[in-house]
Each structure stands twice: as C-alpha cells, then as structure tokens.
C-alpha cells in the first residue's frame, strides 16, 4: 500500500476525527438541509452500484451516522451482514442508536482491521475525502474486498461549467459555512467546501481507484455534476 494523494491536505487526522465528534449531533440534520433531502437518493444509488446480493457481507467505511449502512443491510437481509467502520466515536454513537442491528466498529479508513477478501463489497459515502492519505485508503478497501467484488465512492464533486459552477461556489463558499454558524461549528463547515475543492476530480478519482488495483472503473455524475458515483472490481485470482 504506498501512499496516495491527500484527500484535503487540510488539517490533521486527528483534529478531522475530534471536528465529527462536535458535530455528530447536528450532522444528519445538516446533510438533509445542505442536500435537499437527495442524500437518501444518492446512498442508493452508490448501494446499487455496490451490487450485492442477499446473504452478502458488506463494509461501509467512513459510515458516519451509518445511513449508507443501513441502505446496505437492506439489501444483503437478514442473512448478510454490514459492517460499518468510522473513527468518530460521536458518529458511532449515533449509528449504534439508530440500527442496533449493524455492527458498527471504531477504526482508521488506512489500517482496516478486517482479512483480505472479506467482503463482497466495499463502500464509502461523503468520507473518502477526509482519508489523510486518499491512495490508502482506496487500497485498503480493495484489499478486504474478495476478487469480483466491489468497491463504490460516492463524493461531491466541483461543477466545472456554468451557471452551476457559479451556484456550487456560492452554495459551498458561503452557504454551508453560514449554516454551520448557525448549527455552533463554523470551523467544520469551512473545512467541508475546503475539502471538496481539494479531492480530485471524477476523472482524476477514477485514476485513483486503478491505481489501487480495481478494475472496470467507471464514474456517474448525478445533481447536475455535483455528485460523482465511481465503482470498480477487484479482479479475479
């Protein structure tokens, strides 16, 4: 696993994991406003690109208040198993409240505490652009996934042509930031369109995702370029 590119270069691991702890409390309610509500779309889709079936073992890594996960154990049933994986104690303290019926484990996006190929899929919502070290975390994932399965990203992404470039700069830059103002923690919602400006690009993410070994890469942009869903497979022995 060599090192990859940094998903923000913004602030340190650690001071990144004490921000979602202060906000674990308002982060749903964020999310729904700062989105419209099309987050619970968005988690769909990427568990429909996720492929898996009933009786499958999954892992959503970055699961925050564990949203995607329970899309996810929707889909394997009572047979399958999610795992979900963050290092907020605050976030899993939510998600534990909320689906009792999920494993939720503490542990760093770099050093999965899981087997190789222990999944038929691997997912990451909203959470692969606060992995300190993107190329990383990208492999770890492929490394836990068994080969033919899956590995999805779903990041928000910079519109590059107007007039929705002009809205996402204006939303992001000075939008979210007030909101967060008003939720108690400017700080966490500055660094949010900080670290959106900072991840790579689709193109650039689906490069990344090759590089950590995956295969059949390939990206779908929804919400009018704000949202990127990329996939790939981790190839056969």
Do not use: C
């Amino acid at each position: 696993m060599s090192g990859g590119s940094p998903a923000s270069g913004t602030l340190p691991e650690g001071q990144v994991r004490a921000m979602f702890d202060r906000i674990a409390r308002v982060y749903d309610r964020m999310n729904a406003v700062m989105t419209a509500g099309m987050d619970a779309r968005w988690r769909r889709r990427a568990a429909d690109l996720a492929a898996v079936a009933p009786g499958d073992r999954v892992l959503d890594v970055a699961t925050g208040t564990g949203d995607l996960a329970i899309e996810l154990a929707g889909r394997v049933g009572p047979d399958g198993e999610v795992v979900g994986l963050d290092f907020s104690d605050g976030m899993l303290e939510l998600a534990r409240a909320k689906a009792p019926g999920i494993r939720f484990d503490q542990g760093s996006a770099l050093e999965l505490p899981y087997a190789d190929g222990e999944f038929a899929a691997a997912t990451v919502g909203f959470g692969a652009r606060n992995f300190s070290d993107l190329g990383r975390g990208l492999a770890e994932m492929r490394r836990v996934v068994r080969p033919g399965g899956r590995v999805v990203v779903l990041e928000i992404t910079t519109p590059q042509r107007p007039p929705l470039s002009w809205f996402f700069r204006l939303w992001f830059d000075r939008v979210v930031p007030a909101l967060g103002q008003v939720a108690g923690d400017s700080d966490a919602y500055t660094y949010l369109p900080s670290s959106v400006r900072r991840f790579p690009g689709p193109e650039e993410l689906g490069g990344e995702l090759a590089a950590a070994g995956l295969v059949d890469v390939r990206w779908v942009l929804t919400a009018g370029g704000i949202i990127a869903l990329h996939v790939g497979t981790v190839p056969e022995a």
